[in-house]
């Protein structure tokens, strides 16, 4: 594993960037990026983004089930000069990972977003933020479908910081529209492996969605 800022929890963003781009010998999928280039990261934060922009390291490909993907990160700063992510900017996401199919060129976005929970007395539970993003995905994916053509299929993972012990991830249930699953980021740092390896273990099943896209 990569070296992980030590506020790990207290900047969600940051573990979706770890998690997509790290490796070590207990990782469930070995990702590796075309280039040596790492991802740079703020001492505070910028409009709401601690990524330098144009540092996060990429694109990076893997293999899994026999099958060769390529995987790009946007961070939001800079989804308006992306030629896919220009348009989808409605999803509001704080980091983006656009994965493809090189074989049959089909694709899925996994809209990341970060909430800092640490500490927060006020917090929904992990299954409500997960049916709440569902629906909101859901609903403005079909909007932006109509507007523009070649929208990848889409999945959304929601990173929570919180001084609480790592508990399973939550997903949105079968009868919600859209993909989701909630994933907590703890603040002890021996928790930090299981959180970051929830997050390839989702990247996994979102493939799921280009077998099954159009």
């Not at 997509?20 to 990782?27: D, I, R, V, Y």
């Not at 089930?65 to 989804?79: Q, R």
């Not at 959180?195 to 077998?211: C, G, H, P």
Request: proline content about 5%; aromatic content about 8%.
């Amino acid at each position: 594993m990569g070296l992980i800022p030590t506020s790990f929890a207290s900047r969600p963003g940051i573990g979706a960037a770890v998690a997509l781009t790290s490796n070590s010998e207990e990782s469930e999928l070995k990702i590796y990026p075309f280039t040596n280039s790492e991802a740079k990261f703020r001492t505070e934060q910028l409009c709401g983004t601690w990524l330098i922009p144009d540092s996060t390291a990429g694109p990076c490909f893997f293999e899994y089930d026999g099958k060769t993907f390529i995987i790009e990160l946007i961070d939001s700063y800079n989804a308006a000069e992306h030629e896919m992510c220009h348009h989808l900017g409605k999803l509001g996401g704080h980091l983006y990972a656009l994965i493809t199919d090189i074989d049959i060129r089909k694709q899925v976005l996994i809209v990341f977003w970060a909430i800092h929970g640490a500490g927060s007395n006020a917090m929904p539970d992990l299954k409500q933020i997960a049916m709440s993003a569902s629906k909101s995905l859901f609903s403005n994916y079909e909007s932006l479908k109509q507007l523009y053509a070649g929208v990848p299929q889409i999945a959304g993972c929601v990173l929570v910081s919180t001084l609480s012990d790592i508990t399973s991830p939550q997903t949105s249930t079968e009868t919600q529209p859209a993909k989701v699953q909630v994933i907590q980021l703890p603040s002890r740092p021996e928790q930090w492996h299981d959180a970051l390896n929830y997050i390839q273990i989702f990247l996994v099943e979102a493939l799921d969605l280009i077998k099954g896209g159009a």
